[in-house]
Every structure is written in C-alpha cells, then in structure tokens.
C-alpha cells in the first residue's frame, strides 16, 4: 500500500496564480483532511472530509477550496495565490474505526512557494 | 479558548538518558490525546494514543502518562539514541464527536551521542 501521497511535491507561484493540490489515500478510510504548516505556528487544519461529497472548514479555511468527489481522492484549490500562502500543506486520513480510532496518516507535504 | 501547549520548543538530551515531553492544555475535556513523531521535510507519524481511563500507556522505549485533573500529558523515551531526534508533536480532539485534531507546536529533540 502507498498509503497517502500527495501530488506535487513542490511548486512556486506568483501572485495570483491559481492551483490545486491532489491527495490520495488507498486505505479506504472515510475522513480526509488538508493542513498547513508554518514555523513557529504548527500545524493548523484548513478543511476536512468525512465522506464522499462532503467536506466541512477547519481552522483557516478562508483562501481555498476543496472537493471530495470519490473516496479515496481529496483535492485543495488555491483560486488566487498569496504570499501568505506559502507554506508546506499536508494531506492526512483516518477511518472511523479500529483499534486506534482516528489516528490519521500524513502524507509527505508540499512545499508551496508564493511569489 | 482551547488551547495545546508543549512546555518547550526544543530539548537536548545526551545519549542513554530518558528525555521527558510536555504537553498541557486548557480549556478541552478530551476522551483520548495522541502523541506523533514529525522528521525534517516528512509528514507526522502516529506513536501513541492514549484514553482518558489509562494513566499510562507503553510502547517498547516509549510512555505516555495522562492526568486529566492537571490537564497534563507526560511523553518519555528512555535509553534515547541519536535516532529518536526529531519533533514530537501531542494532539486533541476539540470536542466530544469533533473531526478536528488540534495539534500543539511540537519540541524539537536533540538526543547527543
């Protein structure tokens, strides 16, 4: 099993530049989740999934979008690049069951550059 | 508000020594916090959870204490070796049925041979 990826791995912007990032998880877990990383402010959840068609905000949402159309994909949409936005993103999931319930699964991060 | 803090931002152990973690939080009432172990340029990795009944859990070098009256998690890696430097990062879930993990800043662990 690959477990999550996450495609690109790196990618430099400019301002207003648009883009999206994909995750996918062959897991077959229900909930999916988008963070973003930044030094000295941890990690912070910007939206989640917990099934198919559905997704929900977490802590900074504003400035991207998301889209779960099959279960096992998960994609983050950055309509209009800002220098703000420059950070590393990470994909995660878990399932709903199980003997650790909700421990997620990272994938390996994109490192986003904003001019 | 709800708020996660781990008491340092980096620690440096020697080699052999139990290095001990902290994570304390405020204003959350927890059923389970989770302990995961982030390496430069990868994405975290889970070590242990552990639920609000168990005063103690263990995984081969690896314990983690809960004390729900002192909102205190304790993370300890005994005999620790050059490989365990990495950050370790504690997380909670905001609420009773919240999807939303919130995770603290992280220590950063420096074991010195």
């Known amino acids: 099993n690959a477990g999550v990826t996450q495609t690109p791995k790196f990618r430099v912007l400019k301002t207003g530049q648009s883009m999206t990032l994909l995750c996918a998880q062959d897991?077959?877990?229900?909930?999916m989740y988008w963070y973003r990383q930044d030094p000295g402010m941890g990690l912070r959840l910007i939206h989640y999934?917990?099934?198919?068609?559905?997704?929900a905000k977490g802590e900074v949402p504003d400035g991207y979008n998301v889209s779960r159309l099959k279960k096992q994909n998960f994609l983050l949409g950055l309509e209009s690049a800002a220098p703000s936005q420059t950070s590393v993103y990470f994909c995660?999931?878990?399932?709903?069951?199980?003997?650790?319930?909700?421990?997620?699964?990272f994938g390996p991060g994109t490192r986003l550059t904003v001019l | 508000s709800q708020k996660i803090e781990q008491n340092s931002e980096a620690l440096n152990i020697q080699e052999g020594k139990t290095a001990t973690l902290t994570c304390n939080y405020t204003?959350?009432?927890?059923?389970?916090l989770q302990w995961y172990r982030q390496d430069p340029g990868r994405g975290p990795v889970f070590l242990l959870l552990?639920?609000?009944?168990?005063k103690e859990k263990r995984k081969e070098r690896l314990k983690v204490t809960f004390d729900t009256t002192l909102k205190q998690s304790l993370f300890h890696i005994t005999a620790s070796q050059p490989a365990d430097s990495a950050t370790y990062l504690c997380?909670?879930?905001?609420?009773?049925?919240?999807?939303?993990?919130?995770f603290g800043k992280g220590t950063k662990l420096s074991v010195i041979p």
């Open positions: 995660a999931s878990s399932s709903k069951t199980g003997p650790f319930y909700n421990e997620q699964f």
């Open positions: 897991m077959n877990h229900e909930y």
């Open positions: 999934s917990v099934g198919e068609g559905t997704t």
């Open positions: 204003n959350y009432s927890p059923a389970y």
């Open positions: 552990i639920r609000e009944n168990e």
């Open positions: 997380a909670l879930y905001s609420g009773a049925g919240s999807y939303q993990l919130t």
